[in-house]
């Protein structure tokens, strides 16, 4: 069993930056595909961020072309947490952000290919 927890949103003005932690127990996930979805009231839930642990060179990322060059995702395995880092933000980024795995290595971009999910944190971006 893997347990995943969110923290980090909050609400902030257009233009602001947040630092959103998931924090990973049970197993550990260095070998994991690691990604962040978001889902807006009445709006399917959409693919964010993605990373994929590619050995002792660094890991491989992947954005959704609306958050490219101003979130970016990272993670610490030593404290087996995933950060995505929310700079530059406008009123659409407002969301709940989800934290999700999955235990195959491929990278995929639909919420269908994830098996672990934290709760979600509230990101709210006023204008």
């Known amino acids: 069993q893997v347990q995943l927890v969110e923290s980090g949103g909050g609400l902030v003005q257009a233009g602001d930056s947040l630092r959103l932690s998931c924090a990973a127990s049970?197993?550990?996930?260095?070998?994991?595909?690691m990604g962040w979805f978001r889902q807006a009231p009445g709006k399917e839930r959409e693919f964010v961020a993605a990373?994929?642990?590619?050995?002792?060179?660094?890991?491989?990322?992947y954005y959704a072309d609306s958050v490219k060059g101003r979130f970016t995702i990272s993670r610490d395995n030593a404290k087996n947490t995933v950060y995505l880092q929310l700079n530059s933000l406008k009123p659409e980024d407002t969301a709940v952000y989800y934290c999700?795995?999955?235990?195959?290595?491929?990278?995929?971009?639909?919420?269908?290919?994830?098996?672990?999910w934290g709760q979600g944190t509230q990101v709210t971006v006023a204008s």
């Open positions: 049970g197993r550990t996930f260095s070998r994991y595909v």
């Open positions: 999700a795995g999955k235990s195959t290595a491929l990278v995929t971009y639909s919420p269908t290919g994830y098996n672990y």
């Open positions: 990373m994929r642990w590619s050995g002792w060179s660094g890991d491989s990322t």
